[in-house]
T-cell receptor, first 114, second 116 residues
Framework: EAGVVQSPRYKIIEKKQPVAFWCNPI?????LYWYLQNLGQGPELLIR????????DSQLPKDRFSAERLKGVDSTLKIQPAELGDSAVYLC????????????FGPGTRLTVL | AQSVTQPDIHITVSEGASLELRCNYS??????LFWYVQSPGQGLQLLLK??????LVQGIKGFEAEFKRSQSSFNLRKPSVHWSDAAEYFC??????????????FGKGTHLIIQP
């Protein structure tokens, strides 16, 4: 069974440019998460989806970040415009949801903003 | 709000020696607890989890962890480490809200170095 797929794996952009990350969760997983991992830190939740509904986006900086999960499967996280401080790894995870909180993580997208 | 503390930023262990990584959590109810491992350039892999029941849980790769409610701890152990265990280890806590599976709160991680 395929795991969580993310692309691209690496992205280098100049500040003020837009960037988008894509995530394909494990088949059948209704819950999808985006996490931000700064260097030397643990992941921090940005947004959680239950199917196509964003049920927890309290930590998402909405002035420049946006996310969508059309049809409740794939998801895209966008930053526009990117800032130097956005350089980090963006992790996507999925879970069955309900009483099972086991989350499966993708390999992440490492963003470098110059 | 829940929080996770991993007191040791770096730990160095000789190959074949035993290992214990510390994790303390703060949460108002019984938490769901997890240990993840992250190798360079890789995503997080689940080592083990505690939801309820037996407080000593077994995981993959020979790891185990013990939930101690009185100490708010969930320490990870391995009796004999291998060079391939060198990685970053994260402890995480996750509540169940009843309406779905909430996001996890992670500690800052412990970097494990294995000496030959």
């Amino acid at each position: 069974e395929a795991g969580v797929v993310q692309s691209p794996r690496y992205k280098i952009i100049e500040k003020k440019q837009p960037v988008a990350f894509w995530c394909n969760p494990i088949s059948g997983h209704n819950t999808l998460y985006w996490y931000l991992q700064n260097l030397g830190q643990g992941p921090e939740l940005l947004i959680r989806y239950e199917n196509e509904e964003a049920v927890d986006d309290s930590q998402l900086p909405k002035d420049r970040f946006s996310a969508e999960r059309l049809k409740g499967v794939d998801s895209t996280l966008k930053i526009q415009p990117a800032e130097l401080g956005d350089s980090a790894v963006y992790l996507c995870a999925s879970s069955l949801g309900g009483t099972n909180n086991e989350q499966f993580f993708g390999p992440g997208t490492r963003l470098t903003v110059l | 709000a829940q929080s996770v503390t991993q007191p040791d930023i770096h730990i160095t262990v000789s190959e074949g020696a035993s290992l214990e990584l510390r994790c303390n959590y703060s949460y108002g109810a019984t938490p769901y607890l997890f240990w993840y491992v992250q190798s360079p350039g890789q995503g997080l892999q689940l080592l083990l989890k505690y939801f309820s029941g037996d407080t000593l849980v077994q995981g993959i790769k020979g790891f185990e962890a013990e939930f101690k409610r009185s100490q708010s701890s969930f320490n990870l152990r391995k009796p004999s480490v291998h060079w391939s265990d060198a990685a970053e280890y994260f402890c995480a806590v996750g509540p169940y809200s009843g309406g779905g599976a909430d996001g996890l709160t992670f500690g800052k991680g412990t970097h494990l170095i294995i000496q030959p």
